[in-house]
């Protein structure tokens, strides 16, 4: 599975900006796929998760409430849609896919990544 990302860039602390990730898998709704980020210097963190059919999602608490995944089977996409950006959300953004249905919060469990995406918030 060959996933691209995009959507990222520099906004304002406060705003809100929109990830996209598409996949080259025409079995797109056999996977359970996630989002990451890596601040440098830092580990790898778990942002969202979403099940094979978008009914399951996971959030941890530092983007719980301001973060929303979802996904286009028929497009193959998965979206991150992220608001009250902060500075602290400054990452590369990845998408991952897993060969499971169900959802996974550690990026131990994921198959396949995409090439990343850089976010940058400024004051």
């Known amino acids: 599975v060959q996933l691209q990302a995009s959507g990222g860039g520099r906004v304002q602390a406060g705003d809100s900006l929109r990830l996209s990730c598409v996949a080259s898998?025409?079995?797109?709704?056999?996977?359970?796929m996630g989002w990451f980020r890596q601040a440098p210097g830092k580990e790898r963190e778990f942002v969202a998760a979403i099940g094979w059919n978008g009914a399951e999602t996971y959030y941890p608490d530092s983007v719980k409430g301001r973060s929303t995944i979802s996904r286009d089977n028929a497009k193959n996409t998965v979206y991150l849609e992220m608001n009250s950006l902060k500075l602290e959300d400054t990452a590369v953004y990845y998408c991952a896919a897993r060969n499971e249905k169900v959802i996974a919060g550690s990026r131990y469990d994921y198959d396949y990544w995409g090439q990343g995406t850089q976010v940058t918030v400024s004051s």
């Open positions: 898998e025409r079995t797109f709704s056999s996977y359970a």
